[in-house]
């Protein structure tokens, strides 16, 4: 069963003759609790009147009462003796600094082997042991000393120039003083009792702890989503490794497949070409035979001088000739698979192009797996310039945009525009093109005589409508910092803050992944204006809205 805690003054547990905690706990018949010994002796004093009193109600009894000792006060007694070295009087704390570790003390009045000190008395401004310190239980002379738990300090409590115990705080001097300090040196100064500074920064130090504690709780869950965010980077990173092999391997078997494929074409080409020639080649090989032959026999019939046989020779020879020359064919002599070759070597130019190891490693940023400390000059700064341009699609029709969509002025006449979905229909607004989603550095200046807004802002700000919700800032959607000549504040969710800073060049310093956007002042250096700390869910648009006959534009960092 869980222990009840209850918060007791130690006071109502000291012993009115004593005025040190009860000792063997003993409550009379009004009611009044004493420490054994101390009623003892007090009645013992009384014995002649036959009457017995109470010290403290001075209730009267007769005979003399029983004592027995009260179990449960000594119960109660002895938990708040374990926990008497935290909840000392302050004149024995070292001044609001924690308590050093319980030592053990010699006993002032004993001679020869000190015996260990129990009870340290800010009368005496000395310790005693067990034996020495009863004359502070028993006697009536030493009813007003008080008794504390051993102090191995005890000479810390005592000031050094009157040898009295230092019982005020000079919050001049921002010391310890005794009260004969007070009326000489001290006289004029401002001075308060130890007790009541103790009590001061006693609160004060509760108020630290609490401080501490959120710290402590902010630093931890900082901590577990650092750890969060580190094993959620390794899964990822883990996927895409998985993706990129199982991704490759598929094109690899794809491009082995079709590397098989058309070589499997090339080849049936070849032999069906092939084929063709060999046999157009063996008709040729023919043809050859047999015009070699009537060669011969147009030799032979040359020297014939019989004419009726030279004429019937030579009627069938020419015969047979003109049959072997109608025997013709043609072949393509110059058929190549250059062409093959070059559709092959645009399709890997092609893949080299769609796989460049550049558009893969462009999307990566080893640097930001833990954020980099914030630059600090404008130099390191523009390492992260962002090129942007504003989008006007986006921008209400009484912005006028121009410099190649890099500035937009505010005129008094509206133009005519096509009423996008994206354009913001009443207030005087325009993001940019571009999301920001890393970490990115970008400058603008206003001019006019009242400024405007400078913002980053999801994609889904509501555009259309008067609600004040529309306006960057003035939601949850948006964080924006106002400039004007009078002055500037940041606001976020229509919350806002005043930032003493006037400045018509304003350095934009955004870290995504970190959760970080500041506004610099970039007139004369570059000076912090605002941070903001938070957690960004989705990619940012800077945007701007901008007061009557006001520009703002975005400038060329160099």
Known sequence: MAEASISIDQEHFNCCICLDLLKDPVTIPCGHSFCMVCINGFWNEENQKRTYSCPQCRETFTPRPVLRRNNVISEVVNKLKKTEVNTLLPATLDFFCPPSEVQDVECDSCTGEKKKAVKSCLTCLASYCDTHVQPHHESTAFRR??????????????????????????????????YQCLLTEHKDHNTVSVEDIWREKKKLLTEVQMNSKKKLQNTEERLTMLVQGMESFKRSAQTAVEANERICNEMIQFIEKRRLQVTELIRAQEKAELDQAAGLQEQLEQKIESIKRRSAELKLLSSQN?????????????????????????????????????????????????????????????????????PTSRSDFLKYSCKLLLDPNTANPSLYIAEENSAAERRDQEQSLPDLSERFSYFVQVLCKESVSRRCYFEIEWMGQKGGTIAVSYKGIVRKGNSLHCKVGHNNQSWGLFCSPAGSYYIHDSKSVVCCCKSNKIGVYLDHRAGTLSFYSISDKM??????????????????WVSPNSTVKLCNQK
């Not at 080893?366 to 954020?371: D, G, K, P, Q, T």
């Not at 000076?527 to 701007?544: A, C, D, M, S």
């Open 145 to 178: 000393h008080k008794l504390v738990m051993a102090l191995s300090n005890l000479q810390e409590k005592i000031c050094t120039r009157h040898d009295k115990l230092i019982e005020v705080f000079c919050r001049t001097d921002q010391r310890g003083i005794c």
């Open 306 to 374: 019989d004419h009726i046989n030279f004429l019937q020779a030579f009627q069938s020879l020419c015969a047979a000739i003109e049959s072997d020359s109608n025997l013709s064919s043609s072949i393509n002599t110059q058929f190549t698979f250059d062409e093959i070759a070059s559709t092959l070597s645009g399709v890997k130019q092609s893949l080299e192009e769609n796989f460049n190891i550049r558009k893969v490693s462009d999307k990566l940023s080893y640097s930001e797996v833990i954020s980099s400390p914030e």
């Open 527 to 544: 000076t912090l204006i605002h941070r903001v700390q938070t957690t960004f869910t989705q990619p940012l648009y800077p945007g701007f």
